[in-house]
């Protein structure tokens, strides 16, 4: 699907490394939690994934419903999903990463259907009992790609210090692959589970 639209793609990949450094840069001056400014990051990168979803939608000849002045109620749903996550994590890790599975469809549901949070997280609740695997594995894969920068940073403190800005740049960059791949990742196996293909069944089974 990237080697489909490498331009908006590359376009969606700047756009959140931007917003990344811009964020990191932000809390490092004004100190403290930087609540305030990771709210703000939350939402500039939510209207990047409801407009690379679109893209995407729109590339397989899908016409999304959501328009972007709509992303704030994607945003919302990203928060309910991420409690519903970490209630279950905070259980026991398993039920965390299945509802991370069968959750992952919701925001691409949302934005292409646009029939209400709740009604989308239950779409996706239903069309993944089966495909759950699926989403998990590719969800983790590209999630871990996400944060692993972060996960380095801790390891080998030294390299964010001896590099200073260029680091921040280049770990909000591989970071950026991770989420937008995400972002892709959720259109495609909506659409393969919808419609399968064969180039796709070989991705997601």
Known sequence: MAAAMPGAVLVAWLAMTVAGVASDVAIERVGGSGSGILIVYGLAIT???VW???EALKQAGVAAAMSMTNALSVY?????????ILLGLALLVLPGLYVFARWYLA????VRDEGGRRAAMRHSW?????HWPAALGVGLI???LSVAPLALEFVVPALAAEYAFGWLVATNM???????????AAVALLLNIESPASTLQEIFG
């Open 174 to 184: 591989v970071s950026a692959i991770g989420i937008v791949g995400g972002y892709l």
């Open 52 to 54: 690379i979803t679109r």
């Open 47 to 49: 209207f990047i994934q």
């Open 126 to 130: 239903d069309m993944l009992a089966v």
């Open 76 to 84: 919302l749903q990203g928060l309910l999903v991420g409690l519903g």
């Open 107 to 110: 925001s691409a549901l949302l």
């Open 142 to 144: 590209l999630f871990l």
